[in-house]
């Protein structure tokens, strides 16, 4: 089956523009949360949706926002860009309330704020 | 609050040899799991192994098993026969129990020499 679809895989933005990244989840799982990767930080949780419901959402700014829609599909969008936003955004999907099983991860998006 | 660190941020080993990742983590809860997530260069977290506190049997998939230690709140990954596409970052990851997130320690860069 296949599996999380990160798009687009690079990404290059100005300061002070908005992004929207995407996020298809494996089929069936209706849960999909992002995190974010730099080299400083490590990865970070950002938040996670299940059924169109944000249940959680990690120590981010407001200028970073997400959805889920009724395909499981998610977006997340980023406001004001700034230097500091530049990371790999990584998209992960599980069946939701079986976190335990693990989570399937995408390639990540690649985010390059100039 | 939960924490999981990972205390070698490089190792390098020759083809086949058997190399030990560690992992130390911290938590109050009593039921929880730990993974050890691989990311090569393409960029996507891959579930290596799943280990489910309860259980007293060390986990095992293949090449790959982990010494976990409860009491201790060790969590070590094992690579026996290490082959050159074992190269990549090795993450250990706590799932935080009704959290639907994950926390990640910083990582270990792992390069397979020929």
Redo the contacts between chains.
Sequence with gaps: KAGVTQTPRYLIKTRGQQVTLSCSPISGHRSVSWYQQTPGQGLQFLFEYFSETQRNKGNFPGRFSGRQFSNSRSEMNVSTLELGDSALYLCASSLGGTENYGYTFGSGTRLTVV | AQTVTQSQPEMSVQEAETVTLSCTYDTSENN??L?W?KQPP??????VI?Q?AYKQQNATENRFSVNFQKAAKSFSLKISDSQLGDTAMY?CAF?IQG?????????TRLTINP
């Design positions: 929880y799991y993974f997530y393409s960029r996507q977290m891959i579930l799943r489910e993450f799932p959290a639907q997130k994950l926390v990640f320690g910083q990582g």
